[in-house]
């Protein structure tokens, strides 16, 4: 069987239980693919760094057989200083993406590259901003260069969040109010990481995708055009594969 390996930041990862409701668009792909696996490696404040420096891109290679995916998705950490994450867009970030490319097709792999979903920023005007500045063209420039597949998630996120507008787009986020659920009793106001329905939306787009450009065969797809209720469809990791670094992540959103 075919695998898809997912390598990237917090907004892709699987997310536990105890964070309900939010999700990465990594933990709700499977929802839209039959026929392949899903192995979510991506991991919460990874940058393109910290993922090869710890170890998370040689696992992936290590564990693939030829003919299997590697989509990847960095961008959100690579812009955040200090902790040894940060990259400059086309510098460390753009030579770190090669050694991924370089490294999957060693592999017999077949890289696929994936631009972060932007943030939900807007001014006082109701304009949205794009805190991401020029990580995406940077991902961009190397698709072209190295002739890979590029799925563009942050422009095709950039036109939904504008349409739906500051407050419409709370809806997509982790926006809670207090009391509202359990795992947030103080409430939350998280524009960066997503909820059920922004998720799911995501990865929708994503595996449409990578149906278009055939990297997988088209009996490899479900579900494209199904609707379903997200906050029943996603399904969360047990607590009990927490590590200490998420732990230590959990509570600074929830401070």
């Not at 760094?49 to 998370?56: A, M, P």
């Not at 901003?129 to 020029?134: A, E, F, T, V």
């Not at 609707?227 to 992540?249: G, I, M, N, S, Y």
């Amino acid at each position: 069987m075919t695998r898809i390996f997912l390598a990237g930041d917090s907004s892709v990862t699987s997310r536990q239980a105890s964070m309900a409701p939010m999700v990465g668009w990594g933990q709700t792909l499977q929802l839209f693919v039959q026929g392949a696996e899903v192995i979510n490696c991506a991991r919460a404040g990874a940058s393109t760094r910290s993922f090869l420096e710890r170890g998370r891109l040689a696992w992936i290679l290590e564990n693939a057989v030829p003919g299997d995916l590697m989509l990847i998705s960095f961008g959100l950490i690579d812009m955040k200083p200090g902790d040894g994450r940060f990259t400059e867009p086309f510098k460390e970030y753009q030579g770190f993406l090669r050694q991924y490319v370089h490294a999957a097709r060693d592999r017999g792999m077949h890289p696929v590259l994936i631009t972060s979903h932007e943030r939900r920023v807007f001014d006082k005007y109701g304009n949205m901003r794009r805190p991401l500045g020029q990580y995406p063209a940077a991902m961009r420039e190397v698709a072209a260069q190295l002739s890979v597949p590029l799925i563009d998630l942050n422009e095709w996120s950039v036109a939904w969040w504008r349409h739906a507008g500051p407050d419409g787009t709370k809806a997509l986020f982790l926006y809670l109010e207090p009391g509202e659920h359990p795992n947030y009793p103080k409430g939350v106001a998280d524009n960066t990481h997503l909820r059920a329905h922004g998720g799911v939306e995501c990865s929708r787009y994503i595996a449409a995708e990578l149906q278009n450009r055939a990297l997988l065969p088209p009996s490899h797809f479900r579900n494209l055009q199904a609707q379903f209720d997200p906050d029943q469809a996603v399904e969360f990791l047990p607590d009990d594969v927490f590590d200490q670094q998420t732990k230590e992540r959990v509570a600074e959103v929830r401070r």
